[in-house]
T-cell receptor, first 114, second 108 residues
Framework: ETGVTQSPTHLIKTRGQQVTLRCSSQ?????VSWYQQALGQGPQFIFQYYREEENGRGNFPPRFSGLQFPNYSSELNVNALELDDSALYLC?????????????FGPGTRLLVL | AQRVTQPEKLLSVFKGAPVELKCNYS??????LFWYVQYSRQRLQLLLR??SRESIKGFTADLNKGETSFHLKKPFAQEEDSAMYYCALSGSARQLTFGSGTQLTVLP
């Protein structure tokens, strides 16, 4: 059984650019959630995907978008990057059964916007 | 709205001493509470969840609905317990709301 993986590990972009972050879910999991963790803060929920559909969204603007693929891997896209988007982006996968489930986190992608 | 508050950013205790990491929450329904831990250079991982009522690595946490708290406790701290601890809440939407974390340092 493989855990959650994310790519790339680090990324540097400039303001106004677009970025795509990738996540491979743990084997057997059908739900993926994305979180943004700014320095010194706890992770903040961006959105969740269940069976390729968005299943909840936090307080993030529409320039944050996502996809989940049939193999349950996922992408987070951020358009028109701003300096405040610099953060660690975490992906978490889980197996949704309709009740509360445990989310397993990846190592994160550290994004720096200059 | 759901909110989690961890009042201590930093906490230091000596090895063998008891430790308590505080967590208070705000949620109108019946939440599920979690403690996540992040050891140095490792990913965030689940330590325990209140619904399981387990003791993991000697840690326990009791949900107090009256005080809306979910404090994490261990009677005898070990140096390997040094890490960042996050309290998290999951409501009906199944999204996790995290506190800002407490960095625990266990001194020799």
């Amino acid at each position: 059984e493989t855990g959650v993986t994310q790519s790339p590990t680090h990324l540097i972009k400039t303001r106004g650019q677009q970025v795509t972050l990738r996540c491979s879910s743990q084997s057997g999991h059908n739900t993926v959630s994305w979180y943004q963790q700014a320095l010194g803060q706890g992770p903040q929920f961006i959105f969740q995907y269940y069976r390729e559909e968005e299943n909840g969204r936090g307080n993030f603007p529409p320039r944050f978008s996502g996809l989940q693929f049939p193999n349950y891997s996922s992408e987070l896209n951020v358009n028109a990057l701003e300096l405040d988007d610099s953060a660690l982006y975490l992906c978490a996968s889980s197996f949704s059964t309709g009740t509360q489930e445990t989310q397993y986190f990846g190592p994160g992608t550290r994004l720096l916007v200059l | 709205a759901q909110r989690v508050t961890q009042p201590e950013k930093l906490l230091s205790v000596f090895k063998g001493a008891p430790v308590e990491l505080k967590c208070n929450y705000s949620y109108s329904g019946s939440p599920e509470l979690f403690w996540y831990v992040q050891y140095s250079r490792q990913r965030l991982q689940l330590l325990l969840r209140h619904i399981s009522r387990e003791s993991i690595k000697g840690f326990t946490a009791d949900l107090n609905k009256g005080e809306t708290s979910f404090h994490l406790k261990k009677p005898f701290a070990q140096e390997e317990d040094s890490a960042m601890y996050y309290c998290a809440l999951s409501g009906s939407a199944r999204q996790l709301t995290f506190g800002s974390g407490t960095q625990l340092t266990v001194l020799p």
